[in-house]
């Protein structure tokens, strides 16, 4: 099956790994000049400064663990970690740098991939299936109005931002509260005469070490489930027994949410003290540019800014290039429901995505994987077309993606994480662990303990996920010795509509009751 990979960052290189071992023959096409994505330093996708979000534990790849010592990685750590990864593989040699696809079309029963190099030389090839790994955060969101020319303000997009360096006494705006308004607004508040920060909503921002540990090590799969029950508050008391002088200053900033996703952390451990200090003044929510450069506030009030950097996320990913694809028509965002021989391996676009990204990028490109070489099923047709249907079609209304309990799902979809109406002690061994991704690797896992999942009923999201498997797999596994008796009856105890299933299904909206999950 000839295979075209569309991109060579983490998505790209885990579809080109797999499609390999697969026995497929796979091409793959980078438009610049070397690989890993926004993780490429030359790329231009991301601002100066940027770290990983998740830990060396937690993001590479389940075959490849990094050979870096840091503990949150930099940019060109993260490429240089993809470089061997694509190194050790062997995958460098299939990929086509300085080729950009600019067409893919279904004709004559197969795919027409047109390609065009940085001379612009075009070339039109054949092929049985097409990933699209190219990535979404490409194109920065902006307003609806930008100052007008010859405005005395430099407004610029996050990716532009390159240190604080060019901004030393002025007055400077960093619009958005997510993770990049963060980082940004902190790096320039001991750099700036002054640094306002335009929040909308408040986010939960946490150190990359709690207590000691790294913070995607508190909770294991099953902990990040577990712990979505336990009221808000009452989370927020486990925090600051973990780090009481950071939680004191984050109350007094008066910017800690008082609700929201327990695993919805923002990763940055300078913003709160930064705040606390006087160095990063919060106010209210951006809402448009006046005709003179000045900002517009949601409360009414207006005020003159030297510099604007705004942070308002990305544009949902352009996929023009391929003729006849409509994003409302990908079956679990991934796979077009006409044709599943065409497949997108990108984070879906409605959702704010926390967690690792090669591990989940490793999943998706998994479970596509084996699809298309037979190891796994999609429902027909008719079936696609109506979780489209009912899915896709509101796609603004943004919902939390967890990617960590994500990875459990699309390995079960897969068949690379134990089924566990067949090997139960296989699948406990991985969700009940830390989200170490070498766990995932087939035949690989071992039990690693979470640091806080002591404070979490684990034996009671084991019960319930017994109590979603078939009676007679159930009886199977007591007959196996996998479970005892008081397994069975503590399964049987579970009322009905509390069973989990073994996916690992979890809160994905604002509203839903907990232990309610999308």
Same mark, same amino acid.
């Given at each position: 099956?000839?295979? +075209?990979?569309?991109?060579?960052?983490?998505?790209?290189?885990?579809?080109?790994?797999?499609?390999?071992?697969?026995?497929?023959? $796979?091409?793959?096409?980078?438009?610049?000049?070397?690989? *890993?994505?926004?993780?490429?330093?030359?790329? *231009?996708?991301?601002?100066?400064?940027?770290?990983?979000?998740? #830990?060396?534990?937690?993001?590479?790849?389940?075959?490849?663990? %990094?050979?870096?010592?840091?503990?949150?990685?930099?940019?060109?750590?993260?490429?240089?970690?993809?470089?061997?990864?694509?190194?050790?593989?062997?995958?460098?040699?299939?990929?086509?740098?300085? #080729?950009?696809?600019?067409? +893919?079309?279904?004709?004559?029963?197969?795919?027409?991939?047109?390609?065009?190099?940085?001379?612009?030389?075009?070339?039109?090839?054949?092929?049985? !299936? $097409?990933?699209?790994?190219?990535?979404?955060?490409?194109?920065?969101?902006? %307003?609806?109005?930008?100052?007008?020319?010859?405005?005395?303000?430099?407004?610029?997009?996050?990716?532009?931002?390159?240190?604080?360096?060019?901004?030393?006494?002025?007055?400077?705006?960093?619009?958005?509260?997510?993770?990049?308004?963060?980082?940004?607004? !902190?790096?320039?508040?001991?750099?700036?005469?002054?640094?306002?920060?335009?929040?909308? @909503?408040?986010?939960?921002?946490? %150190?990359?070490?709690?207590?000691?540990?790294?913070?995607?090590?508190?909770? #294991?799969?099953?902990?990040? +489930?577990?712990?979505?029950?336990?009221?808000?508050?009452?989370?927020?008391?486990?925090?600051?027994?973990?780090? %009481?002088?950071?939680?004191?200053?984050?109350?007094?900033?008066?910017?800690?949410?008082?609700?929201?996703?327990?695993?919805?952390?923002?990763?940055?451990?300078?913003?709160?003290?930064?705040?606390?200090?006087?160095?990063?003044?919060?106010?209210?929510?951006?809402?448009?540019?006046?005709?003179?450069?000045?900002?517009?506030?949601?409360?009414?009030?207006?005020?003159?800014?030297?510099?604007?950097?705004?942070?308002?996320?990305?544009?949902?990913? =352009?996929?023009?290039?391929?003729?006849?694809? @409509? @994003?409302?028509?990908?079956?679990?965002? &991934?796979?077009?429901? &006409?044709?599943?021989?065409?497949?997108?391996?990108?984070?879906?676009?409605?959702?704010?995505?926390?967690?690792?990204?090669?591990?989940?990028?490793?999943?998706?490109?998994?479970?596509?994987? /084996?699809?298309?070489?037979?190891?796994?099923?999609?429902?027909?047709?008719?079936?696609? /077309?109506?979780?489209?249907?009912?899915?896709?079609?509101?796609?603004? =209304?943004?919902?939390?993606?967890?990617?960590?309990?994500?990875?459990?799902?699309?390995?079960?979809?897969?068949?690379?994480?134990?089924?566990?109406?067949?090997?139960?002690?296989?699948?406990?061994?991985? +969700?009940?662990?830390?989200?170490?991704?070498?766990?995932?690797?087939?035949?690989?896992?071992?039990?690693?303990?979470?640091?806080?999942? *002591?404070?979490?009923?684990?034996?009671?999201?084991? &019960?319930?996920?017994?109590?979603?498997?078939?009676?007679?797999?159930?009886?199977?596994?007591?007959?196996?010795?996998?479970?005892?008796? =008081?397994?069975?009856?503590?399964?049987?105890?579970?009322?009905?509509?509390?069973?989990? /299933?073994?996916?690992?299904?979890?809160?994905?909206?604002?509203?839903?009751?907990?232990? $309610?999950? #999308?």
């Amino acid at each position: 099956m000839r295979t +075209v990979v569309i991109g060579a960052g983490p998505a790209g290189l885990t579809c080109v790994r797999q499609a390999r071992s697969a026995g497929l023959d $796979v091409v793959c096409h980078e438009k610049r000049e070397d690989l *890993g994505g926004i993780w490429n330093p030359s790329a *231009g996708g991301a601002y100066a400064g940027v770290r990983m979000q998740s #830990s060396r534990m937690s993001m590479p790849f389940s075959d490849h663990p %990094p050979g870096f010592a840091t503990a949150f990685p930099t940019q060109p750590e993260v490429q240089e970690y993809l470089r061997s990864y694509a190194t050790r593989f062997g995958l460098l040699d299939a990929v086509s740098f300085g #080729s950009e696809v600019v067409r +893919v079309a279904k004709a004559d029963g197969c795919w027409q991939v047109t390609t065009r190099t940085t001379d612009g030389r075009e070339r039109t090839e054949r092929a049985d !299936a $097409v990933l699209v790994a190219n990535g979404e955060l490409w194109r920065p969101r902006l %307003p609806d109005r930008l100052p007008a020319p010859g405005a005395p303000v430099r407004v610029l997009a996050a990716p532009e931002y390159r240190g604080p360096a060019a901004f030393a006494g002025c007055r400077v705006l960093v619009v958005g509260g997510g993770v990049s308004g963060a980082d940004i607004a !902190a790096d320039l508040g001991a750099a700036s005469a002054h640094v306002d920060w335009s929040v909308r @909503r408040r986010q939960l921002f946490l %150190p990359r070490l709690i207590g000691g540990a790294y913070n995607d090590a508190l909770f #294991s799969y099953a902990g990040r +489930v577990a712990v979505e029950e336990v009221p808000y508050p009452v989370y927020l008391d486990w925090l600051t027994e973990c780090i %009481p002088e950071y939680m004191a200053m984050y109350r007094a900033t008066g910017l800690l949410p008082q609700t929201g996703f327990h695993g919805a952390v923002h990763v940055n451990e300078r913003i709160v003290p930064r705040v606390h200090a006087g160095d990063v003044h919060p106010v209210p929510a951006f809402e448009r540019f006046a005709e003179d450069g000045s900002v517009e506030f949601a409360d009414g009030s207006r005020r003159g800014y030297d510099a604007v950097v705004l942070c308002l996320g990305y544009e949902m990913p =352009d996929y023009g290039f391929i003729e006849g694809l @409509r @994003r409302e028509d990908l079956y679990e965002h &991934h796979f077009w429901r &006409h044709d599943p021989t065409l497949a997108v391996v990108n984070t879906p676009v409605d959702t704010e995505a926390f967690g690792t990204a090669c591990p989940y990028f490793e999943a998706v490109a998994g479970w596509v994987i /084996a699809v298309l070489t037979g190891k796994a099923a999609l429902p027909d047709a008719p079936a696609r /077309a109506d979780w489209c249907a009912r899915h896709m079609g509101a796609l603004h =209304d943004r919902r939390y993606l967890d990617c960590w309990l994500e990875t459990v799902r699309l390995g079960l979809l897969s068949g690379t994480v134990p089924d566990p109406a067949v090997d139960f002690a296989g699948y406990w061994t991985v +969700v009940s662990s830390q989200v170490a991704p070498g766990n995932l690797e087939p035949g690989r896992a071992t039990a690693i303990p979470a640091v806080l999942d *002591g404070r979490l009923d684990l034996t009671g999201v084991r &019960h319930r996920i017994l109590a979603a498997l078939p009676a007679h797999a159930r009886d199977r596994l007591l007959a196996e010795a996998v479970i005892d008796r =008081d397994d069975l009856a503590a399964a049987a105890r579970v009322p009905a509509g509390r069973e989990l /299933a073994p996916w690992l299904p979890y809160r994905q909206r604002e509203g839903e009751p907990r232990g $309610v999950t #999308s």
